[in-house]
């Protein structure tokens, strides 16, 4: 069974450019979460799809971060525009309901670099 | 402001070490916690995981213990080995709340020297 999987493994963009990150979760699984790592800190929660639906947003920095889970399957995250606070890895999890403790599973993440 | 604080920052052993990283909560509502290995170039993956109504949970080598009243947990690596070296993340969660999203502890990189 494939993991989950991001796209791009790298991204080196300017300040003030869009850049549009994608996510592939488990295939089956409901649940996606969006998460970032800033400069080594802790990874912190941005949101959170149920199929296609956002049930949380609360972690998302500002209005400049837009995500998307068209048809329940892929996400992408868009960041327009870029900010050199934005750079950190982006990463993606999956889980398949919302069980007492059901496991996220994370992708690898996408290195974002904001110059 | 960081609800789930996580020391040390990094860890050198020796082969055979015991490393420890302790995680402190503030959060009451938080009742379950896992810890997350990651190597480089990975995505963290669920390592092991406790609910608060345990002192102590163990997984082969890996041990956390818990303790309610202090709010705090910490995991243990016993007979540590270099292909253990990776960061490792402390999480929280709450059950209760929809969604079951995480808060990460700043992570720790350890370092198993042969």
């Known amino acids: 069974e494939a993991g989950v999987t991001q796209f791009p493994s790298h991204s080196v963009i300017e300040k003030g450019q869009t850049v549009t990150l994608r996510c592939d979760p488990i295939s089956g699984h409901d649940n996606l979460y969006w998460y970032r790592r800033v400069m080594g800190k802790e990874i912190k929660f941005l949101l959170h799809?149920?199929?296609?639906?956002?049930?949380?947003e609360s972690g998302m920095p500002n209005n400049r971060f837009l995500a998307e889970r068209t048809g329940g399957t892929y996400s992408t995250l868009k960041v327009q525009p870029a900010e050199l606070e934005d750079s950190g890895v982006y990463f993606c999890a999956s889980s398949h309901g919302l069980t007492r403790t059901d496991t996220q599973y994370f992708g690898p993440g996408t290195r974002l670099t904001v110059l | 402001q960081q609800q789930v604080k996580q020391s040390p920052q990094s860890l050198i052993v020796q082969k055979g070490g015991i490393p420890i990283i302790n995680c402190a909560y503030e959060?009451?509502?938080?009742?379950?916690f896992p810890w997350y290995q990651q190597f480089p170039g990975k995505g963290p993956a669920l390592l092991i995981a406790i609910r608060p109504d345990v002192s102590e949970k163990k997984e082969g080598r890996f041990t956390i213990s818990f303790n309610k009243s202090a709010k705090q947990f910490s995991l243990h690596i016993m007979d540590s080995q270099p292909g253990d070296s990776a960061t490792y993340f402390c999480?929280?969660?709450?059950?209760?709340?929809?969604?079951?999203?995480?808060?990460f502890g700043g992570g720790t990189r350890v370092l198993v020297k042969p």
């Open positions: 999480a929280a969660s709450s059950l209760r709340a929809a969604g079951n999203k995480l808060t």
């Open positions: 959060n009451t509502a938080f009742d379950y």
């Open positions: 799809f149920v199929k296609e639906s956002k049930q949380d």
